[in-house]
């Protein structure tokens, strides 16, 4: 079975700022790791992935993540905060495809807040 | 905008009504995906369909029927719904299940 812990349900920074969302998973296989935003009233935006390979990852928007095995975390960065940041943030896992065809298991969500 | 496509973007029924949802993508896309999401709640898988056979169905109760007519197509039939069932449903698909999901922007759905 697989899990994902987002630390901190409610994240508030002010713009210019570090942005650091926390995530942490469990796993009994090699995961396939994913960060989505979403906003008001619209679906889920894929910001970046790790499957294999280098373990930080670069996505959209200047997000990135870095894969560290030995923590089991997986924790979202961005430099500095933009007020179109603001969202809802949600760390999820997989096990690729196979017989859990690609399910995805999300943390609870973090809630971003950016000051002006 | 978003390159999955669902609708209606609101919907609200009565227990007893029938309705359905639709979503669609015209990437090639061989697996879809059916998710619910509760106010305040990340999304829980309901049904996966890999190359249009449903593969995955997480004990998900009768009055919510899926149905897949071909690749690009992917129907969620609702029938004797419950005040609990009123949610955001969200699809999404991957080329492949072990790709990454893209979403839909969601049904709101509200059950009267």
């Known amino acids: 079975a697989q899990s994902v812990t987002q630390l901190g349900s409610h994240v508030s920074v002010s713009e210019g700022a570090l942005v650091l969302l926390r995530c942490n998973y469990s796993s009994s296989v090699p995961p396939y790791l994913f960060w989505y935003v979403q906003y008001p009233n619209q679906g889920l935006q894929l910001l970046l992935k790790y499957t294999t390979g280098a373990t930080l990852v670069k996505g959209i928007n200047g997000f990135e993540a870095e894969f560290k095995k030995s923590e089991t975390s997986f924790h979202l960065t961005k430099p500095s905060a933009h007020m179109s940041d603001a969202a809802e943030y949600f760390c999820a896992v997989s096990d690729g495809g196979g017989t859990s065809y690609g399910k995805l298991t999300f943390g609870q969500g973090t809630i971003l807040t950016v000051h002006p | 905008d978003t390159e999955v496509t669902q609708t209606p973007k609101h919907l609200v029924m009565g227990m007893t009504n029938k309705k359905s949802l639709k979503c669609e993508q015209h990437?090639?896309?061989?697996?879809m995906y059916w998710y619910k999401q509760k106010a305040k709640k990340p999304p829980e898988l309901m049904f996966v369909y890999s190359y249009e056979k449903l593969s995955i169905n997480e004990s998900v109760p009768s009055r919510f029927s899926p149905e897949c007519p071909n690749s690009s197509l992917l129907n969620l039939h609702l029938h004797a719904l419950q005040p609990e069932d009123s949610a955001l449903y969200l699809c999404a698909s991957s080329l492949f299940t072990e790709q990454p999901q893209h979403f839909g922007d969601g049904t709101r759905l509200s059950i009267l």
């Open positions: 990437m090639g896309h061989r697996a």
